[in-house]
């Protein structure tokens, strides 16, 4: 069983920029799709962004032209970054392997606030 590990994560004024990482324990090559998915307090989980192996890419109507996913199969390890960023994206960022999901990270927190 692959496991996820998120970093990145932590508090940023409205405007700025993070990059979250996520690192596995084995090759993600064998899921077709990576993703991150977030979690604001009292909100449901939504998908954020996700992306095929070869590299097609889904984004969430909030996010689009302010993040971007990437993978770097060779690594194993898949990035946000993520530009702009709103108080409205505070939340807990996940990292996912697989679609349907069968992989989920530990989580990592972003705050966005002045």
């Known amino acids: 069983q692959v496991e996820l590990v998120e970093s990145g994560g932590g508090l940023v004024q409205p405007g700025g920029s993070l990059r979250l990482s996520c690192a596995a324990s084995?090759?993600?090559?064998?899921?077709?799709?990576m993703g991150w998915y977030r979690q604001a307090p009292g909100k449901q989980r939504e998908l954020v962004a996700d992306?095929?192996?070869?590299?097609?890419?889904t984004y969430a109507n909030s996010v689009k032209g302010r993040f971007a996913i990437s993978r770097d199969n060779a690594k194993n390890t898949v990035y946000l970054q993520m530009n702009s960023l709103k108080p409205e994206d505070t939340a807990v960022y996940y990292c996912?392997?697989?679609?349907?999901?069968?992989?989920w990270g530990q989580g990592t927190l972003v705050t966005v606030s002045s």
């Open positions: 996912t392997a697989g679609e349907p999901v069968e992989v």
């Open positions: 084995g090759s993600i090559f064998s899921f077709f799709v």
């Open positions: 992306i095929t192996r070869g590299g097609s890419t």
